[in-house]
């Protein structure tokens, strides 16, 4: 059951982390995108974080059916929540819709899609508090100071897409495209048994910047949403005796919450 809060479920002060982002930095700012791979992206973690991985990878086995997916789908796994994040603060929202309109996912906008709530244990997750601090930093260096918010309103989506013997699974059903927000961090959490899955990277004048797959636990892509389209390709069952799936947290950030739009 999906509960609707009124009030904010959590707050926690945070000790910002302090691995180099320069790199990362500088390719989104050059390119529209950075892709971390695991062993850079481990490296803004602490060992406290990283400690805690195998409580944090396990909550993407008790997600919630996607019952949005206007093409039947029934290959998507997901949770959802809000938060307000700025440096040295992280304070979850209160339990709300996630909303894109169609013209940025004409698929599954524009509609209000009330999604199982991530839980609490791991709204409050070191790895969690980790990952949104982490692109909180990068999001704060590429925004200029004028522009920047007091404290972002970014969601956390946990991913998790499925493919059986002769039926695929879509990351991104919508196909190419831009998510309707400032920023977005992809984090892989798990692949297994899954062929394909490659991410492809585009400009707004739609020529091809690159593709990568996220193969490795903790692979990272950074994006900056007004400047590039990005898609993944349907995985498949390597062995097709056994599922295949494909874990991410989706991290998208936004200078101010989306306005839903009222009753017609």
Same mark, same amino acid.
Request: aromatic share 10%; with cysteine; charged share 20%.
């Given at each position: 059951m999906i509960t609707r809060r009124s009030q904010a479920v959590s707050f926690c002060s945070w000790r910002s982390m302090t691995g *180099?982002?320069?790199?990362?930095?500088?390719?989104? /700012?050059?390119?529209?995108?950075?892709? $971390? +791979?695991? #062993? #850079?992206? %481990?490296?803004?973690?602490?060992?406290? !974080?990283?400690? @805690?991985? !195998?409580?944090?990878? $396990?909550?993407? #086995?008790?997600?919630g059916a996607d019952r949005y997916m206007a093409d039947g789908g029934r290959y998507r796994q997901r949770r959802f929540a809000a938060f307000a994040v700025s440096s040295g603060r992280i304070v979850r929202k209160a339990h709300q819709p996630h909303y894109q309109s169609r013209d940025y996912n004409p698929l599954n906008?524009?509609? @209000? %899609?009330?999604?199982? +709530?991530?839980? #609490?244990? =791991?709204? =409050?997750?070191?790895?969690?508090?980790?990952?949104? *601090? =982490?692109? %909180? /930093?990068?999001? *704060?260096?590429?925004?200029? $100071?004028?522009? %920047? +918010? +007091? !404290?972002?309103?970014? @969601?956390?989506?946990?991913?998790r897409i499925e493919a059986h013997s002769g039926q695929p699974g879509l990351p991104t059903p919508e196909g190419l495209h831009r998510d309707g927000v400032d920023w977005v961090l992809v984090v892989l959490i798990n692949r297994q048994n899954v062929e394909s899955g490659v991410t492809s990277i585009y400009g707004l004048d739609h020529s091809h910047l690159g593709d990568f797959t996220l193969t490795s636990p903790l692979d990272a892509v950074f994006l900056q949403d007004s400047r590039v389209y990005h898609g993944v390709t349907p995985i498949r069952a390597l062995e097709p005796s056994q599922v295949a799936r494909r874990d991410v947290a989706v991290i998208t950030f936004r200078t101010a919450p989306l306005s839903l739009p009222g009753p017609p």
């Amino acid at each position: 059951m999906i509960t609707r809060r009124s009030q904010a479920v959590s707050f926690c002060s945070w000790r910002s982390m302090t691995g *180099d982002i320069s790199g990362i930095v500088k390719d989104v /700012r050059s390119a529209g995108f950075s892709f $971390a +791979p695991a #062993e #850079e992206f %481990r490296a803004l973690l602490t060992p406290a !974080a990283l400690a @805690e991985w !195998a409580s944090f990878s $396990a909550s993407w #086995e008790d997600l919630g059916a996607d019952r949005y997916m206007a093409d039947g789908g029934r290959y998507r796994q997901r949770r959802f929540a809000a938060f307000a994040v700025s440096s040295g603060r992280i304070v979850r929202k209160a339990h709300q819709p996630h909303y894109q309109s169609r013209d940025y996912n004409p698929l599954n906008g524009g509609i @209000e %899609r009330w999604f199982s +709530p991530v839980t #609490e244990a =791991i709204a =409050i997750h070191p790895l969690t508090l980790a990952l949104l *601090d =982490i692109g %909180r /930093r990068v999001f *704060d260096a590429l925004t200029p $100071a004028p522009k %920047r +918010p +007091p !404290a972002w309103h970014v @969601e956390l989506h946990q991913f998790r897409i499925e493919a059986h013997s002769g039926q695929p699974g879509l990351p991104t059903p919508e196909g190419l495209h831009r998510d309707g927000v400032d920023w977005v961090l992809v984090v892989l959490i798990n692949r297994q048994n899954v062929e394909s899955g490659v991410t492809s990277i585009y400009g707004l004048d739609h020529s091809h910047l690159g593709d990568f797959t996220l193969t490795s636990p903790l692979d990272a892509v950074f994006l900056q949403d007004s400047r590039v389209y990005h898609g993944v390709t349907p995985i498949r069952a390597l062995e097709p005796s056994q599922v295949a799936r494909r874990d991410v947290a989706v991290i998208t950030f936004r200078t101010a919450p989306l306005s839903l739009p009222g009753p017609p």
